[in-house]
């Protein structure tokens, strides 16, 4: 099976003073898709520049010819599937078709609460998720939809002439538990993890690959529930959160050793955090660049 690399670059600089040149360049290494966080502020970058991701993802689109573009991830947490819809279908044609939206719940971050409501505990993450994705879905493939639900309604919301990908662009859903795995089975053409959040601290990098083992026999699961072949479906790991850390980038052999280890697994696209100087996703650029050259012919 051959192996997908991947990037996310963070929207954390001005377009004209460097954001530009970045995503050319993932482009020029020969990344398969260059991401970004879909996010108001992320942790770390909270108190510095922080950009949003739609608008970037179109300068990036307007910059590149055959890059595929992404979130990783946008969730509802500021989003509303109405609006969403609208701009998504925008940015597959200005990119003549090469976006992929990655699609989650949501945390309890800055995005949680930046609109002024309580943070949604876990059960209320769901119920929305488990509305909000089934809708968009609706949204991106049908040219009218009226809908009322419990958290979102549509009004004969016109999405005319659609994506150019058809039926729609691809969903890459991130999900850990039952409902979200049920939903990824239903509506994603792929499946996103970061591994088991519960490992990061003081988990073992095999503890880490038997809890993703796990993950996937459970998304087999709920896809065999609805007469889905699990093994067919496109998985993704974004890095950089497993007890790993960054131990992955700090050589080509490190990484290629890693990869090999998830594709095992069935990963078809694994995902690495472009560097940035004094911060979670330090790493020296020329490894990096040699990860992005070289790792995927030693995978073969």
């Known amino acids: 099976?051959?192996?997908?690399?991947?990037?996310?670059?963070?929207?954390?600089?001005?377009?004209?003073?460097?954001?530009r040149r970045t995503w050319q360049q993932a482009e020029q290494l020969g990344f398969h898709?260059?991401?970004?966080?879909?996010?108001?502020?992320?942790?770390?970058f909270r108190d510095g520049p922080w950009f949003g991701a739609l608008p970037t993802l179109t300068a990036a689109a307007a910059v590149t010819e055959?890059?595929?573009?992404?979130?990783?991830?946008?969730?509802?947490?500021?989003?509303?599937?109405?609006t969403l819809a609208k701009e998504l279908i925008s940015l597959d044609d200005i990119s003549?078709?090469?976006?992929?939206?990655?699609?989650?719940?949501?945390?309890?971050?800055?995005?949680?609460?930046?609109?002024?409501?309580?943070?949604?505990t876990p059960r209320e993450r769901a119920d929305r998720f488990a509305e909000f994705v089934p809708l968009l879905d609706r949204l991106l493939t049908e040219d009218t939809v009226s809908y009322e639900g419990d958290f979102y309604s549509a009004h004969e919301a016109r999405n005319i002439p659609g994506c150019l990908q058809r039926p729609r662009l691809p969903f890459a859903v991130a999900a850990t538990g039952p409902r979200g795995l049920r939903l990824a089975a239903r509506h994603?053409?792929?499946?996103?993890?970061?591994?088991?959040?519960k490992l990061y601290e003081e988990g073992t990098p095999e503890q880490s690959v038997q809890a993703i083992r796990g993950q996937?026999?459970?998304?087999?699961d709920a896809c065999a529930a609805i007469g889905r072949d699990g093994g067919a479906m496109d998985k993704i790991l974004l890095t950089g959160f497993t007890p790993d850390r960054a131990r992955p980038l700090e050589s080509l052999t490190a990484f290629v050793d890693f990869?090999?280890?998830?594709?095992?697994?069935?990963?078809?696209?694994?995902?690495i955090h472009w560097p940035i100087p004094d911060s979670d996703f330090a790493a020296d650029e020329k490894v990096f660049e040699?990860?992005?050259?070289?790792a995927t012919s030693q995978l073969k």
């Open 216 to 220: 996937i026999e459970k998304l087999g």
């Open 188 to 197: 994603g053409q792929a499946w996103v993890t970061t591994g088991d959040p």
């Open 96 to 120: 003549g078709g090469r976006v992929t939206l990655g699609i989650g719940a949501g945390g309890t971050g800055f995005d949680a609460t930046a609109l002024g409501q309580e943070p949604w």
């Open 66 to 82: 055959q890059l595929r573009l992404g979130t990783l991830v946008t969730s509802p947490n500021f989003r509303h599937p109405v």
């Open 1 to 19: 099976m051959s192996l997908r690399l991947s990037t996310v670059i963070l929207p954390y600089r001005r377009w004209h003073e460097g954001s």
């Open 259 to 271: 990869a090999g280890r998830h594709r095992e697994l069935g990963f078809t696209e694994i995902v």
């Open 33 to 44: 898709t260059a991401y970004t966080y879909d996010h108001l502020s992320w942790r770390s």
């Open 290 to 294: 040699q990860i992005a050259t070289e």
